[in-house]
């Protein structure tokens, strides 16, 4: 089947502990990004990647890393999660201009 | 800046009437447009898009959209709501053929009244 997981689904942490929230594809799509959704805000670009080793920001990317080593997966790492980035998350890839979505990983952070 | 605003952040229509949301661009060139169905507790499938030719597009559960290019518009639409399309909705706009920069609306929940 055709889709794109992420794990955790849920993660609750605690300021300054890092974490990665892993994003994987099975459909050998060139392009990946990142997503979070806050209400009343849509979803926001965090970081997006035109394939292997070719990542660039999106409007938010301030406390956010991410790496493209391999085509089908697409980490998202929190080096030091703060409140402020408690969100849902987002992954995607696409071939083109369409968007395949994952279910979400919704992040806590006390 | 580039920006899609989407008018209505929750719409209440009853069972069997039109559904209309809406959703305007900022550009002055043609981009794609896209309109994104997000249902409780999941992530965001595709509903429709409009790349280029027929400006009047249809998409999945009976919705269709206009793209107004003299309106900077992408109005979506149902004929006969069905309970079953309470969710939210996300349009969206791309000024590039790849996925790269994309730009999301800031969605409009829509409810279904018996």
């Known amino acids: 089947e055709a889709q794109v997981t992420q794990n955790p689904r849920y993660l609750i942490t605690v300021t300054g502990k890092k974490l990665t929230v892993t994003c994987s594809q099975n459909m050998n799509h060139e392009y990946m990004s990142w997503y979070r959704q806050d209400p009343g805000l849509g979803l926001r670009q965090i970081y997006y990647s035109m394939n292997v080793e070719v990542t660039d920001k999106g409007d938010v990317p301030e406390g956010y890393k991410v790496s493209r080593k391999e085509k089908r997966n697409f980490p998202l790492i929190l080096e030091s999660p703060s409140p402020n980035q408690t969100s849902l998350y987002f992954c995607a890839s696409s071939p083109e201009e369409t968007q395949y979505f994952g279910p979400g990983t919704r992040l806590l952070v006390l | 800046a580039q920006s899609v605003t989407q008018l209505g952040s929750h719409v209440s229509v009853s069972e069997g009437a039109l559904v209309l949301l809406r959703c305007n661009y900022s550009?002055?060139?043609?981009?794609?447009l896209f309109w994104y169905v997000q249902y409780p507790n999941q992530g965001l499938q595709l509903l429709l898009k409009y790349t280029t030719g027929a400006t009047l597009v249809k998409g999945i559960n009976g919705f269709e959209a206009e793209f107004k290019k003299s309106e900077t518009s992408f109005h979506l639409t149902k004929p006969s709501a069905h309970m079953s399309d309470a969710a939210e909705y996300f349009c969206a706009v791309s000024w590039y053929s790849s996925a790269s920069k994309i730009i999301f609306g800031s969605g409009t929940r829509l409810s279904i009244r018996p």
């Open positions: 550009s002055s060139v043609p981009p794609y």
